[in-house]
C-alpha cells in the first residue's frame, strides 16, 4: 500500500451535494475544481476520501 495519496477535486462540491460533504473537500484542502493534495495514506484520510468518492479521483504516491 502506498504510503501517500494524492486527491484531486474533479466535480464541485457547491450545491448538488450536502453541506458535510462539502465541509469534507475543505477539510482536504480542496476548494476549486482541479485542486490536488498529498495526504497520508491512512485510516481517517481513507475515509474522507469514501465520504466524497464521487466528487475526487485518487492516485497513488510513492515517495
Known amino acids: 500500500m502506498a504510503k501517500k495519496v494524492k ?3 474533479v ?3 457547491v450545491c448538488q451535494v450536502k453541506e458535510d460533504q462539502t465541509k469534507t473537500a475543505r477539510a482536504l484542502g480542496l476548494t ?3 485542486d490536488e493534495r498529498i495526504h497520508p495514506n491512512n485510516d481517517s484520510i ?3 476520501i469514501f465520504k466524497i468518492k464521487h ?4 492516485e497513488d504516491v510513492n515517495e
Open 55 to 58: 466528487l475526487v479521483r485518487v
Open 11 to 13: 466535480k464541485s462540491p
Open 46 to 48: 481513507q475515509g474522507m
Open 7 to 9: 486527491v484531486t477535486l
Open 32 to 34: 476549486k475544481i482541479g
